[in-house]
């Protein structure tokens, strides 16, 4: 799909909750930093949530206000995020269905769709989570998954943007993110091969030292075409003998953005991306945009 036909851009979904206001003030700031639109999207799932029977009078019409309302001051909450110096159109969309099906339809048409990691409600702190489990699966854009901010773990304003790469298709999408949210956000960059996705103990006669300079060489390889596009930016290679999900999880303490890919490929080399960006999208508390080749 052309850029041009992508006429949501940044896409957040909103339900009024802490987590969804932390969505909504990531995705905030980085269609400003894109200059690109943001569009608010509140789902009115009327799926009964009590035993069967027929729907009580008037539940769609409080459904519908109290989801104007949502939108209503997730606008003005986006409206503040935005600096003064840069023109944002925002939009904001009511539609008529569970979460992760409008959320899907819709990213056909958007640069990103954004998600907190929970919702608002027992029932819906569970529903986002799917949700945001689902898009990482199906959507057809990137995701972003914000969590609300733990002040134990907080986001740090000025660290560098990490980027697992293993050569996929997946990867070099997120490759192509990771440089420009860097590039944008006027930090560094942080390449991380992870060697292998299971024990290294298991591959006790492999010779690890020509391995190690075997994935060097083309780690620099693959990095070479984005660092000449993006020259500001300061990329540190990180080739390492671990776990991908693991060494990720780690890298993502000191980082403001991970960026994995949605899948991988083979066992070893190829095995960054699938149970993996799963397992980071489980254990980080750092903002998380997962790429999804369409």
Known sequence: MSTAAKRYGIVVGVDGSAASDAALHW?????????????????VNLTPMWPAGPMPTGISVWREEDGRQVLERAQQLAEEVVPNDRHVEI?????????????????????????????????????????????????????????EEDPAHPVPAQGPVVVGIDGSPASELATAIAFEEAARRGVELRAVHAWSDIDV??????????FSEEA??????????????????TVHRRVVRD????????????????????????????????????????????????????
């Open 27 to 43: 995705a905030a700031r980085d269609a400003a930093l894109r200059t690109l639109s943001l569009t608010l999207v509140h789902a």
């Open 91 to 147: 939009k904001g969309q009511l539609i008529w269905s569970p979460p992760q099906p409008a959320l899907l339809e819709i990213s056909e048409g958007a640069e990103m769709v954004v998600v907190g990691s929970r919702g608002r409600g027992a029932v819906a702190r569970g529903l986002l989570g799917s949700v945001s489990s689902g898009l990482a699966r199906r959507a057809k854009c990137p995701v972003a998954v914000v969590r």
């Open 201 to 210: 103990s298991e591959l006790a006669d492999l010779d690890w030292s020509a």
């Open 243 to 294: 776990r991908p999900a693991r060494r990720l999880i780690k890298e993502s303490e000191s980082a403001q953005l991970v960026v994995v890919g949605s899948h991988g490929r083979g066992h070893v080399k190829g095995a960054l991306l699938g149970s993996v960006s799963n397992a980071v999208l489980h254990s980080v508390h750092t903002p998380l945009v997962i790429a999804r080749p369409t």
């Open 216 to 233: 060097e060489q083309v780690l620099a390889e693959r990095l070479a075409g984005w660092q000449e596009r993006y020259p500001d930016v």
